[in-house]
């Protein structure tokens, strides 16, 4: 049984990885508090002929269960550090890069044209169809138009907020061909739920055939009257 989509990412084990850990130590955590919290109810209720005693408490016990949830914590926090490091601290080089501009309630992604360059006239824009090379890494800046938002690819276990005025960027290197949903995991206004797009991974040469077909249909805007 997969409680998650597929990980087609190469950082999706990881942060699966991180998933479970957690959810196995908070879950036996929760188990075990609840089944004391029944017992304690069940063995200490009030009976009839029977006085309630006053007790101080145990220090003993009280350490224990004050230093075993931190250090879990900080074991936790440290494991998870080196993820989000992995993830979040640095880009591989790379030479695949792709600007997303989120506005409400749309995906505008855009690819360098011929000149290499982007924000210029000959830039690659497609709206909510997204392509990628499979096994190379790719550089994404967000950006928004408007409102904040959340660029999501589940099965990328890929989620970062798009916010005004900001290029945010985060990387990517897909392991598997195929089609995946974009969603916007940022309430965004009325529409929100409407803001989805596809991302497709592509072999690389397939890719890089479909990227020359996008370059050939880029309509070049009229220069400005002298």
């Given at each position: 049984m997969h409680?998650?989509?597929?990980?087609?990412?190469?950082?999706?084990?990881?942060?699966?990885?991180?998933?479970?850990?957690?959810?196995?130590?908070?879950?036996?955590?929760?188990?075990?508090?609840?089944?004391l919290l029944f017992y304690f109810a069940l063995r200490y209720r009030a009976r009839q002929g029977v006085r309630a005693t006053y007790?101080?408490?145990?220090?003993?016990?009280?350490?224990?269960?004050t230093i075993v949830p931190a250090v879990m914590l900080v074991l936790l926090g440290l494991s998870s550090r080196r993820?989000?490091?992995d993830i979040k601290g640095r880009i591989p080089p790379t030479d695949q890069e792709v600007v997303i501009v989120a506005s409400q309630f749309d995906w505008e992604i855009h690819y360098k044209g011929a000149d290499g360059q982007f924000d210029t006239p000959d830039d690659v824009v497609i709206h909510n169809d997204m392509s990628l090379p499979v096994n190379k890494p790719v550089k994404i800046r967000l950006r928004s138009k408007d409102v904040i938002h959340s660029f999501f690819v589940p099965a990328f276990r890929?989620?970062?907020?798009?916010?005004?005025?900001?290029?945010i960027d985060v990387w990517v290197e897909?392991?598997?061909?195929?089609?995946?949903?974009?969603?916007?995991?940022?309430l965004c206004g009325f529409g929100h739920g409407t803001m989805r797009?596809?991302?497709?991974?592509?072999?690389?040469?397939e890719f890089q055939k479909?990227?020359?077909?996008?370059?050939?249909?880029?309509?070049?805007?009229e220069a400005p009257p002298a």
């Amino acid at each position: 049984m997969h409680w998650l989509p597929e990980g087609v990412s190469t950082y999706s084990p990881s942060i699966d990885t991180m998933f479970y850990v957690i959810l196995a130590v908070t879950g036996v955590a929760f188990i075990v508090t609840e089944a004391l919290l029944f017992y304690f109810a069940l063995r200490y209720r009030a009976r009839q002929g029977v006085r309630a005693t006053y007790t101080h408490g145990n220090s003993r016990l009280e350490m224990i269960w004050t230093i075993v949830p931190a250090v879990m914590l900080v074991l936790l926090g440290l494991s998870s550090r080196r993820v989000w490091g992995d993830i979040k601290g640095r880009i591989p080089p790379t030479d695949q890069e792709v600007v997303i501009v989120a506005s409400q309630f749309d995906w505008e992604i855009h690819y360098k044209g011929a000149d290499g360059q982007f924000d210029t006239p000959d830039d690659v824009v497609i709206h909510n169809d997204m392509s990628l090379p499979v096994n190379k890494p790719v550089k994404i800046r967000l950006r928004s138009k408007d409102v904040i938002h959340s660029f999501f690819v589940p099965a990328f276990r890929l989620k970062q907020d798009a916010v005004p005025g900001l290029t945010i960027d985060v990387w990517v290197e897909a392991t598997k061909t195929g089609t995946y949903e974009i969603a916007c995991a940022e309430l965004c206004g009325f529409g929100h739920g409407t803001m989805r797009g596809q991302l497709t991974v592509l072999e690389p040469d397939e890719f890089q055939k479909w990227l020359k077909e996008q370059e050939a249909n880029v309509v070049p805007a009229e220069a400005p009257p002298a």
